[in-house]
């Protein structure tokens, strides 16, 4: 059977792919996220310096992907994934904005004029720091932040508390020569600003892609580490690590495997009592009947919660760190004094009491409610004068 072969034309000229509507750039010190328009005529890699107009004012802002309809490119990505990956990372608290437009690509001027602006930080940040002292307000600047064409100097500053700076802002004012904003940031922003390298020796997560700074719980610090010791759980802030939370959900996973303390498991070796646990290896501490102890895998334990063994008289056997007494020995069950249970040792709480000491007189009156006798006066004793009344003596 004859094979037709169809030849294409070499002057069919090839499709030019999709121009990205928008751009997925970073802008800002505090690491903003935003999706703006579009408008260059050619197509710019990512990292590129870009100037673009942003709710701020006209800034220098970095490329980081494009948004396309298919996500066909490796440097694209589709919509749908963009706000998804928003949605997971913090939702409405995700510093992200769509309201902005790329005007063009940076060039060597204006990265000139961004970098002389950056030379005027030191000064500035010294005339801030004076005139809080001057107004005496309870506020620390931080940093300061400069946009293209000096429209607007951005000023943070941490305070725990609100603090009236319109007088420090108008004075401010003319000595930058240029619109002031104040920006209060906490601790936690605070480092993300000034901080550089955390102690893993990797650069602070805050300020690296860590876009939402939630609080820690010390229940994530307690189950994770074996120590509390503050420096070693604190960051640059010094609050809780933010890394903490990354493994919180593993660690409560693994956790939950192990079986709880003060409980009975059943092993190769026989019955005992789980002392301790450690959740990364998945190894129990187990103290036997026998007196013995060992560390033992979970893929050794055949059953655990085992209900307690009960003694000669009946009682369930109590766990070896309870102070509980050896098999045999019954403990007293009798009532104390005081009506409450026996606390193991042959007598209530309220029979290890100090006895106690009669209150003292009052009003005159003795212990037993019967007023005191009268004493006649002794010699020596200085007599009242004609017509007054001793103290002991009725009117």
């Known amino acids: 059977m004859p094979i037709s072969l169809e030849i294409m034309p070499l002057d069919t000229p090839t499709p030019e792919p999709e121009k990205p509507k928008t751009m997925v750039v970073r802008y800002g010190y505090m690491l903003a996220i935003g999706e703006f328009e579009n408008t260059l005529g050619h197509k710019v890699g990512c990292g590129t310096k870009l100037v673009a107009r942003t709710p701020r004012g006209t800034e220098i802002v970095e490329m980081l992907t494009t948004v396309c309809g298919n996500g066909g490119c490796g440097k694209s990505i589709t919509r749908d994934k963009l706000l998804d990956y928003i949605s997971h990372s913090g939702g409405d608290d995700y510093p992200f904005t769509g309201s902005g437009r790329i005007l063009r690509v940076a060039t060597t001027s204006d990265l000139a004029e961004q970098q002389k602006l950056d030379d005027q930080k030191a000064e500035h940040l010294r005339a801030a720091r004076d005139l809080a ?82 609080p820690i719980s010390m229940k994530a610090a307690k189950t994770q580490k074996a120590t509390l010791d503050t420096a070693k759980i604190s960051g640059r802030c010094g609050r809780l690590m933010c890394c903490l939370r990354y493994e ?19 092993t190769d070796a026989g019955e005992g009592w789980v002392l301790d646990g450690q959740i990364l290896t998945q190894l129990v501490l187990v103290q036997f009947d026998d007196g013995k102890r060992a560390a033992v895998p979970m893929e050794q334990i055949k059953e655990f919660d085992l209900p307690r063994p009960r003694l000669a008289n009946g009682r369930e056997m109590q766990f070896p760190g309870d102070g509980a007494l050896p098999p045999g020995m019954e403990r007293d069950s ?20 100090p006895p106690q000491r009669p209150r003292p007189p ?7 409610g019967v007023p005191p006798r009268s004493n006649p006066p002794s010699p020596g004793d200085k007599q009242p004068p004609n017509g007054a009344h001793s103290p002991n003596e009725e009117k």
Do not use: W
Request: positive net charge; contains cysteine.
């Open 133 to 214: 002292a001057h107004y005496r307000l309870d506020m620390k600047i931080v940093e300061v932040e400069y946009l293209l064409g000096r429209e607007r100097i951005i000023f943070y500053f941490h305070s725990e508390m609100r603090v009236d700076f319109r007088s420090m802002v108008r004075d401010l004012a003319g000595v930058v020569h240029a619109r002031v904003d104040m920006r209060q940031v906490g601790a936690r922003d605070e480092a993300r600003l000034i901080a550089d390298y955390e102690k893993c020796g990797q650069h602070c997560c805050c300020k690296q892609f860590l876009k939402v700074l939630t």
């Open 362 to 368: 009052t009003n005159g009156q003795r212990s037993n």
């Open 334 to 353: 009798r009532p104390g004094p005081s009506g409450g249970r026996s606390n193991g040792r042959g007598a209530g709480p309220s029979a290890h009491r």
């Open 248 to 266: 919180d959900e593993t660690y409560e996973e693994l956790k939950a495997k192990l079986p709880r303390r003060n409980s009975r498991v059943r």
